[in-house]
């Protein structure tokens, strides 16, 4: 069975004794793939990917930073103001991309990460989980279902 853990159990787990600090430029936790699509850059990586990434429209390093990305070259942002709003960036849009807002913030992209790690593991087990996690992503927030931007199964 799937479960939305805690941002701050999620992180005790990942990084003991470091807890899930609000995300910044320079944090200090090290690059973790927390699932096949959710890969936390270490500061350095994540600035980067922020300032080398040709997506003119973005405005990244002025109104985001890229501070995750994916297995296949596309990035999870983060707003530069002080609401830790997520957004996803599809590198096959190449220079033309824009941030996608998904509706959560920094913690809730932590607890959809780890969600994402809990559906891996058991379809690598052959269960079919993907409508329970719908339902618990649709719990993280409402609408995530339907703007997330990968398929499930």
Same mark, same amino acid.
């Given at each position: 069975?799937?479960?939305? =853990?805690?941002?701050?159990?999620? %992180? +005790?787990r990942l990084w003991p004794?470091?807890?899930?600090? %609000? @995300?910044?430029?320079?944090?200090?936790? /090290? #690059?973790?793939?927390?699932?096949?699509?959710?890969?936390? @850059?270490?500061?350095? +990586? %994540?600035? +980067? &990917?922020?300032?080398? #990434?040709?997506? /003119?429209?973005?405005? $990244?390093? =002025?109104?985001?930073?890229?501070? %995750?990305? !994916?297995?296949?070259?596309?990035?999870?942002?983060? !707003?530069?103001?002080?609401?830790?709003?997520?957004?996803?960036?599809?590198?096959?849009?190449? /220079?033309? *991309?824009? /941030? #996608?807002?998904?509706?959560?913030?920094?913690?809730?992209?932590?607890?959809? *990460?780890?969600?994402?790690?809990?559906? &891996?593991?058991?379809?690598? =087990?052959?269960? +079919?989980? &993907?409508?329970? *996690?719908?339902?618990?992503?649709?719990?993280?927030?409402?609408? $995530?279902?339907?703007?997330?931007?990968?398929?499930?199964?």
């Amino acid at each position: 069975m799937l479960a939305l =853990q805690t941002p701050a159990a999620i %992180a +005790e787990r990942l990084w003991p004794g470091t807890g899930w600090p %609000a @995300l910044m430029p320079g944090h200090g936790l /090290p #690059r973790t793939e927390i699932a096949g699509d959710f890969v936390l @850059l270490d500061h350095l +990586e %994540a600035a +980067e &990917e922020t300032w080398g #990434r040709d997506a /003119p429209l973005a405005n $990244l390093g =002025q109104d985001w930073w890229v501070f %995750a990305c !994916s297995g296949t070259g596309d990035a999870w942002l983060l !707003s530069r103001d002080q609401q830790q709003t997520i957004a996803f960036l599809d590198h096959d849009a190449g /220079p033309d *991309a824009l /941030p #996608r807002l998904l509706g959560i913030d920094a913690g809730q992209w932590l607890q959809l *990460a780890d969600l994402m790690a809990q559906l &891996e593991a058991a379809q690598d =087990q052959g269960l +079919e989980l &993907e409508p329970q *996690a719908r339902v618990l992503m649709a719990q993280l927030a409402p609408g $995530l279902p339907t703007c997330y931007p990968y398929t499930l199964a």
